[in-house]
């Protein structure tokens, strides 16, 4: 069962903020929003976590609206090297062990 | 990166014949993960480990056996390789006090 939902694909250009969405709208109460991307045939790459709050690291910034059933992983100034697979994971633990289960993401190409 | 390393990277074998995967690490990490990826699919996971000797199934674990001896080694064998078991292979691991899992290289593998 599919857990988040998120666009197939999108395009943004350089230099621009590029806006990722994702519906989680059966998240449980315990579960953080992990994404993640995949540069072509690479291993994935993690990008950014939340429960609640929102947050930003040096890669990218993560919104998680108030009833926590959608987020948006915002890449302030995408680069070429961005253009990747963009996965919307919810997890039930943070630290400890934990599964991933990939959906099928977002394509995001990033344009000259 | 967490030191992650896989071999072999490509490997080609026949139908029936035994495989083993390596994924090497270097961050005395505690858990250790194995996926698999293939076309229209995201990662899935096929089985993980959460200490020395300590694993447990995934999602896709039919045909599919572990065995993890020391810590930075977790060895992943096709007992009889399949033409359905073609795909490629991550392995990934992840430290206690961490959230973010750390993905390997890959392995392609190609069951003729």
């Known amino acids: 069962d599919a857990k988040t939902t998120q666009p197939t694909s999108m395009d943004c250009a350089e230099g621009r903020a590029a806006n990722l969405p994702c519906n989680h709208s059966t998240i449980s109460g315990n579960e953080y929003v992990y994404w993640y991307r995949q540069i072509h045939s690479q291993g994935p790459q993690y990008i950014i976590h939340g429960l609640k709050n929102n947050e930003t690291n040096e890669m990218a910034s993560l919104i998680i609206t108030e009833d926590r059933k959608s987020s948006t992983l915002i890449l302030p100034h995408a680069t070429l090297r961005d253009t990747a697979v963009y996965y919307c994971?919810?997890?039930?633990?943070?630290?400890?062990?934990?599964?991933?289960?990939f959906g099928k993401g977002t394509k995001l190409s990033v344009i000259p | 990166d967490a030191g992650i390393t896989q071999s072999p990277r490509h490997k080609v074998t026949e139908t029936g014949t035994p495989v083993t995967l390596r994924c090497h690490q270097t961050?005395?990490?505690?858990?250790m993960y194995w996926y698999r990826q293939d076309p229209g699919h995201g990662l899935r996971l096929i089985h993980y480990s959460y200490g020395v000797k300590d694993t447990d199934k995934g999602e896709v674990s039919d045909g599919y056996s572990v065995s993890r001896s020391k810590t930075e080694d977790f060895l992943l064998t096709l007992e009889s390789a399949t033409s359905s078991q073609t795909s490629v292979y991550f392995c990934?691991?992840?430290?206690?006090?961490?959230?973010?899992?750390?993905f390997g290289p890959g392995t392609r593998l190609t069951v003729t």
């Open positions: 961050e005395n990490h505690r858990y």
């Open positions: 994971i919810v997890s039930p633990s943070g630290a400890g062990s934990y599964q991933l289960t």
């Open positions: 990934a691991t992840k430290d206690r006090a961490l959230y973010e899992q750390y």
